[in-house]
Every structure is written in C-alpha cells, then in structure tokens.
C-alpha cells in the first residue's frame, strides 16, 4: 500500500548518521564516525545519587510539569562561562541541540525561505530544514578560519533576506575550528546591521582545550543572537537535556511551538541534572573530561603525524570532539569509506556526508571523532586509516 506522504519527504533519504550506527556496531570495527561522548566519563555514580534524589525526595519527577527552576538557575550560572548574562525568563529548555535548532526554524522559517549557512556544515542542520524547503545560501568556510565573514556580508547585501544564519562557533562540526573573538563580534555586528538573527550552536562551548575560551556570539549582541546549548557532551546525551537563550517574546513563542511537539521537556532527567549541577562535583566534572579528551585528542594528532603527515593535512582542534583531515585531491574519501567497511574496518565521515553542495574540499577529506575511543584504539584506528589511504595513493 503505498501511503500519499508531504511532498517534501519524497527525496529525503535516511542519514548517513542512522546508517554508520549500523554498520558500526559490530566489534570488529574501529569507529571514529559518530560523535559519541566516551562512556567511561560519564559520571554514572554522581548521577545515580542525583536520579534516587529525584525519584525519592522531590515532588512529582515522574509528573508533566513546567521547566525546573531549579535547572535554568544552573544553566545562568553556566552561561557566565561563556560570557553570557541572562535573566532566568530567557532561558528555555530543549530535549537537546537538536530540539533546540528544530524549535527555532519552525519559529523562523516559512517555506521557500532563504537561510545562510557554511558550504560544509552540521548535517543534523539540514534536516531540519527538509520540510521547509529553502534556499540555502551558502557561504565559503576553511577548517582553520571557518566561516568568512566577509563573504556572509556580501550575501545578506546582495541576495534575499535569509531567515537566519546558522554557525557553530565553537569546536565546530565537522570542520574543527573554533572562530576568533574578531570574528564572533563582526558576526554579531553584521546579524543586528541586517537584522538577520544568528542560531549559535554550541554544544561545545564547554569543551575548549586550551586555557583561553572565547565568549559566545551572544555576549556581543543579545537580542539579534539565538543561543542553543546542550548537556549531551558535557553530561550525557542520554538525559535529552539542552536549552535556547533568547528574548522573552522569543521565548513565549517557542513555548507554544514546543509543547505541539513533545509538551515538556522530561522533567526527571531535568531534576537529575539539576541535582548534579547544584552539587560542586560538576565543575571537576568538566575539567576531568576536558583532560580525558585533550589526552585523546593528542594521541590521535601523534598517530596522524607518523603514519600520514607526508599525505594529510589538519588543524588542531582547540575545542569539541572532531579532526578535519585533508587529503590530497585525488583521493575520494566517500571510496575510501566504502572500502574500509570490507577491509580495515575503520569507520569515519567522508567529508561529502556534510557539504551543502559538491565541493572538492569537502570530498577529499574526513571527520574523525577523538572522543568516544581510548588511546590504544586510536593507535589501532589511526594504523588502518594509514594503509587504507596508502593503497588510493
Ligand atoms: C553541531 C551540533 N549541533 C547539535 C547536535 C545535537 O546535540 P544534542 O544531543 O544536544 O541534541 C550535535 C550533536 O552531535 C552537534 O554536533
């Protein structure tokens, strides 16, 4: 029985994401190709204690409720960290990110619709955009600068008004870079100029590898700046829990959009984490996972440069859970993807998996995840990756 769908699902295909969750599951694959947290830094223990609070002490956890206080007043204190001020009102709670990102381009968007973004950004982005069909104006990035923001200028001059822009400042996915104060502050100059708002996608705000973290888009510019954060690296991705900085009009509005969709965020994972939060744990928290992944991190960057630092080229991420490595242009790396399913069983992204439209950038490079590994798998991955790429020579 073939059922009359929307129209806009007729091309939609499953995610290369659902498919890499497949085929990776089985031991015998090496998996740089998600971006799994690494499970061992999850702080089951803390949690648990946090959950049997909840379950047992507080009132009604299991009930539909509205947002836990409890757990913005956390977030505010946290956002401080990224240089963000704001009042308990402006803070909206999300089932992650990606809620986050879905929420805001229903408020934004209508069908046809212009949006701005990078020529090789976060897939879960463009999903969302699916049912709304719009044109995306994309614009030039670089795995060591990111988005340049002088061309962004030149599009919101010269093309139709985009319904937003959407960047990832921080650790970005999959390109790795972080993006220099100069140009945060030009980004959120330009989205009040043009009064085109920016979604600030940061889920790794947090997870910045060296001793210096730069503000938020937001703290340049509050009303013209949508903040999307997440606790699913910094926690866990299981609890579901993100959230939206916003102005309270916004906010209303996303309330409305939210509870159409799944009418409260799960309010027992909201009093675990607020439970946690509270509790001074949660900054050595951080900071044990920040030394864990820099540690991985380096290890990789260590085997790359010995097997493959005469044929790759990559930055070094000072944020998030990704390496951009470039090879060089005659190598395709969706064939080299293909190939490693039947032979070295090391998975990874080809670089064509996230480019908006074709680009020989894109199509000659990988995203390898450093999180989810240890260091001895990453050798191990690393070392397959190296006699794959070796063979396309
Ligand atoms: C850039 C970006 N945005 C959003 C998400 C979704 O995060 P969440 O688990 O909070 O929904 C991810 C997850 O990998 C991501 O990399």
């Known amino acids: 029985m073939a059922h009359r769908l929307a129209a806009w699902t007729k091309d939609t295909k499953r995610s290369a994401l659902q498919d890499m969750l497949e085929l990776t599951s089985g031991p015998e694959y090496i998996s740089f190709g998600l971006g799994l947290p690494n499970a061992e830094c999850f702080p089951t223990e803390q949690l648990a204690v946090s959950a049997h609070e909840a379950l047992l ?120 870079y972080t993006l220099s104060k100069e140009k945060r502050q030009k980004l959120a100059q330009l989205a009040a100029v043009y009064e085109v708002p920016i979604i600030e996608d940061d889920p790794y705000g947090f997870l910045a590898y060296e001793d210096s973290e730069i503000p938020a888009i937001k703290s340049f510019q509050s009303d013209w700046v949508f903040y ?25 509005k996303l309330s409305i959009v939210k509870e159409a969709t799944d009418i409260n965020t799960a309010t027992l994972t909201q009093q675990i984490a607020a439970n ?36 790759g080229a990559w930055t070094v991420p000072s944020s998030g859970l990704f390496m951009w490595v470039r090879f060089p242009e005659s190598i395709n790396t969706m064939e080299l993807f293909k190939e490693s399913i039947a032979t070295e069983k090391v998975t990874f992204f080809p670089g064509s998996v996230f480019a908006v439209k074709p680009s020989q950038m894109a199509s000659s490079s990988v995203r390898l995840n450093f999180s989810f590994n240890n260091p001895d798998k990453i050798e191990d991955g690393i070392a397959r990756l190296s006699r794959l790429v070796k063979r396309h020579l």
């Open 57 to 176: 002490r507080q009132s009604d956890p299991l009930q539909y409720a509205p947002p836990t206080e409890q757990l913005k007043r956390q977030i505010q204190l946290l956002m401080r960290q990224r240089g963000v001020e704001c009042g308990i009102s402006q803070i909206f709670l999300t089932a992650g990110a990606q809620q986050g990102i879905n929420l805001l381009a229903r408020l934004l968007l209508d069908p046809g619709r212009a949006v701005l973004a990078e020529e090789v950004t976060y897939t879960g982005f463009l999903q969302v955009l699916e049912p709304f069909q719009p044109r995306v104006l994309t614009v030039p990035t670089d795995p060591v600068s990111g988005i340049d923001v002088d061309q962004v200028e030149q599009v919101l001059q010269s093309e139709e008004r985009p319904a937003c822009m959407y960047v990832i400042p921080s650790g970005h996915n999959p390109l790795s």
């Open 276 to 311: 946690f939060l509270q509790k001074d744990e949660f900054t050595e928290h951080l900071h044990h996972l920040r030394q864990e992944y820099r540690l991985r991190r380096n290890v990789m960057i260590d085997h790359l440069a010995r097997q493959l630092g005469e044929v």
């Open 228 to 252: 999307v954060g997440s606790f699913s690296k910094i926690l866990a991705p299981g609890l579901r829990l993100g959230w939206i900085i916003a102005n309270d009009a916004i906010i209303e």
